[in-house]
């Protein structure tokens, strides 16, 4: 089916399992950004709106009801995401610091309760949906297992590279050796087999005699 037939489908799902505000929140609340983040990333990248649900509500630390725009809750429920698609009006020009507060309070206590809130600019949503795309992407890998077969080599090459990236320089095999516990042959094979996929490549010392470093080709991230 479309996403026109599936997006229909997935919102009759969720009204005729609600009633009262919980069905009044998802009628008023579900509008044009939330249809236009599964239009342009979520659909485009997954295919389908399996465990994903419109206008969740959870409780905030006061014990008021706070609706999300989507929770994303596959499998026996041990990982729960949230989504937020945030425009520059409500949350930036017209927020005071009430307000604000209130917002990061609200964050801080879903993360100790379980949740990860991710959050997403309506701009980026509507005009650069291709890197959402890819942050959703890299999110998703990150917390949820692969839905398709995959090869220990691999599983530890994407950890590599989520390595390269937190550290935010050229990565030298001491650092494969001690994220790992490897040694030092080891990390450098990883090193090679990385590099000649072309996610990284070497950084040479002096005039080129003697690889040091690696750093990451530039997008690579995209393939986690």
Not at 41 to 69: C, K, M, Q
Not at 90 to 100: G, L, N, T
Not at 103 to 124: C, K, P, W
């Amino acid at each position: 089916m479309s996403f026109e037939e599936n997006y229909t489908a997935f919102l009759e799902h969720h009204l005729t399992r609600r009633s009262g505000e919980r069905r009044g929140r998802l009628e008023r609340g579900h509008a044009h950004a939330e249809s236009l983040f599964l239009r342009n990333v979520w659909w485009p990248l997954r295919g389908n709106f399996d465990d994903l649900h419109p206008e969740y509500e959870v409780t905030d630390w006061r014990g008021r009801s706070y609706f999300a725009d989507f929770a994303w809750l596959p499998g026996n429920g041990e990982l729960k995401l949230l989504f937020e698609i945030k425009g520059y009006a409500a949350h930036v020009r017209d927020m005071d610091r009430q307000k604000y507060c209130h917002e990061l309070n609200r964050e801080t206590f879903l993360h100790a309760m379980g949740y990860q809130v991710i959050s997403f600019a309506y701009d980026d949503v509507e005009q650069r949906p291709e890197l959402c795309i890819n942050l959703l992407r890299m999110v998703l890998s990150r917390y949820h297992p692969e839905q398709v077969p995959i090869t220990r080599g691999l599983l530890a090459e994407k950890e590599l590279i989520r390595l390269a990236v937190q550290l935010a320089r050229p990565i030298r095999p001491v650092d494969v050796e001690r994220h790992f516990e490897l040694n030092h042959k080891t990390a450098v094979q990883m090193l090679h087999k990385v590099t000649a996929k072309g996610w990284m490549r070497p950084v040479y010392r002096g005039k080129g005699e003697r690889i040091v470093k690696y750093e990451l080709v530039r997008g690579v991230a995209n393939y986690l």
